[in-house]
């Protein structure tokens, strides 16, 4: 009798533990993790940035949303047993989420006691790395521009440029503007010099007068200035290698320096009026596919003119987004605040880019390298899955956790054979079974330690616990076969 029951007793516990609900469902929700999932969830889990994930979050984090343990979490999350333990968790985690990304945007720069100001500061200085590029482009083509200007114009090829009415003006203005003047005094009208600044003249009244907006509005003279204009210097290139030099570098170093300045982001903060438009500008919601190195390049052109506007732009534009995302939904929940921050500063890869290449961007970058593992964990609070939905995997998971036990089972088969009172007690068994599975996976899911006791119980196979127990069996039943009788 001794070697029958350690033979059967020890079967039986092994049989209770390897049929236990619980672990059971861990153990095929997470079949196929790997050790580098394992240690990727653990990482998620023990974070630096504050916010507490659940064991399913951080496991589904590591497998890139591939993991059955939402489904089981949804199910724990929606009932009363399960709810009224991870209901307290989750209400921490919009104090938690403030707190976290608060102090990542405090690594950027500090609070601007007025945000009003930081748009006009920046177009300001966008406006100087314009100027200052013109400038150094001027400065590059100013010995040919020199060498050009006492250089005459032939009589013959100077008479058509001298008949056109717009260019006749034009000289009128120049010799009689009192600051222009003084230049120009010692230079004739044919002179390189001369013809250069008329026709600079020409052509920005042809700008001025083909804007719409303009009260002198006139397309048919704005093109005439134009055309007056191209065709005066083409005349005076052919008499002048050096001004022909000038013009072809000077529209090089325009088309590849200042154009892309002009109409990429840093054009966009200098034409800004507000600080939410130069935020956008340099750090869009939307990005262009690729844009991601040309908003850099802007950042740190702006932060060479003015670092402290440009990085507390940046961190008012991030502050933005995450007061709008923590906007509370119907119930007056808050706890998708960080999620929707993700989404908004790096949902997909061109965000993701953007944001990383523009805190680089910046005088002081150590937000580029902390930012990471804070956006890691906020996605991880993406993949919890609101209780109540997918009804069928639900019920499926209900039924695996309230008769998975042996003495469900047993009532099950006692139910067969009939008789109301056992119906209702292997009911209740039922009920009982599965009120106490959602306990345990709550308890489970919530803990500090949550990956460690999932992969514990992901472990505990019913071959291993079958093994633990043919050991110990072997042990107990080889020792009641030793007589204390004939030992004497």
Do not use: C
């Not at 790997?34 to 969830?41: N, P």
């Amino acid at each position: 009798m001794r070697f029958l029951g350690a033979a059967f007793g020890n079967a039986g516990v092994a049989a209770t533990r390897s049929y236990n609900a619980p672990g059971a469902a861990v153990r095929r929700a997470t079949e196929g993790t790997t050790d580098a999932e394992w240690a990727a969830a653990k990482a998620l889990q023990d974070n630096n940035t504050g916010i507490a994930l659940s064991g399913p979050e951080a496991h589904a984090q590591a497998r890139d949303g591939a993991s059955k343990l939402l489904d089981l979490q949804r199910v724990v999350e929606g009932s009363t047993t399960g709810g009224n333990k991870t209901g307290p968790f989750y209400a921490q985690r919009p104090a938690q989420v403030d707190a976290a990304v608060g102090r990542q945007l405090d690594e950027i720069a500090p609070q601007s006691p007025d945000p009003y100001a930081l748009g006009p500061r920046a177009a300001e200085a966008a406006g100087d790395v314009i100027d200052k590029t013109r400038q150094n482009i001027n400065a590059q083509t100013r010995p040919l521009y020199d060498a050009a200007q006492p250089q005459q114009i032939a009589t013959a090829e100077f008479a058509p440029i001298a008949a056109d009415p717009r260019f006749v003006a034009g000289l009128k203005r120049l010799r009689e503007d009192k600051e222009l003047a003084p230049d120009y005094a010692n230079m004739p009208d044919n002179s390189v010099g001369v013809v250069d600044a008329v026709t600079k003249d020409m052509a920005a009244r042809g700008e001025a007068l083909s804007t719409v907006a303009n009260p002198l509005y006139g397309p048919e003279l704005a093109g005439k200035s134009t055309v007056g204009a191209a065709n005066a210097r083409n005349i005076a290139t052919q008499e002048s290698p050096e001004y022909a030099q000038a013009l072809a570098e000077q529209e090089a170093l325009r088309r590849t320096q200042l154009n892309p300045l002009e109409q990429g982001p840093v054009g966009s903060v200098a034409k800004a009026t507000d600080t939410r438009t130069a935020g956008e500008a340099i750090l869009p919601r939307d990005p262009l596919a690729g844009a991601a190195p040309s908003n850099a390049d802007a950042v740190k052109r702006l932060a060479a003119e003015d670092p402290d506007t440009t990085a507390a732009l940046v961190r008012q534009n991030l502050a933005d987004r995450y007061s709008a995302a923590q906007t509370e939904t119907q119930s007056g929940s808050r706890e998708t605040a960080g999620a929707k921050f993700h989404k908004s500063v790096a949902g997909n890869d061109e965000r993701s880019a953007l944001l990383d290449a523009v805190l680089r961007a910046l005088p002081n970058n150590q937000a580029s390298v902390t930012m990471p593992e804070l956006l890691d964990v906020l996605q991880a609070t993406m993949r919890r899955q609101g209780p109540g939905s997918a009804t069928e995997p639900n019920r499926m998971i209900t039924s695996e956790l309230s008769a998975a036990s042996p003495a469900a089972a047993v009532f099950d088969i006692v139910k067969s054979v009939g008789g109301s009172i056992i119906n209702k007690a292997g009911d209740a068994t039922k009920r009982a079974a599965l009120r106490d599975g959602l306990g345990t996976l709550a308890d489970m899911f919530i803990a500090p330690n949550s990956i460690d006791l999932i992969r514990n119980a992901r472990n505990n196979s019913g071959g291993r616990i079958a093994g633990t127990a043919a050991a110990r069996t072997a042990a107990e039943a080889g020792g009641t076969l030793f007589d204390p009788q004939g030992a004497r």
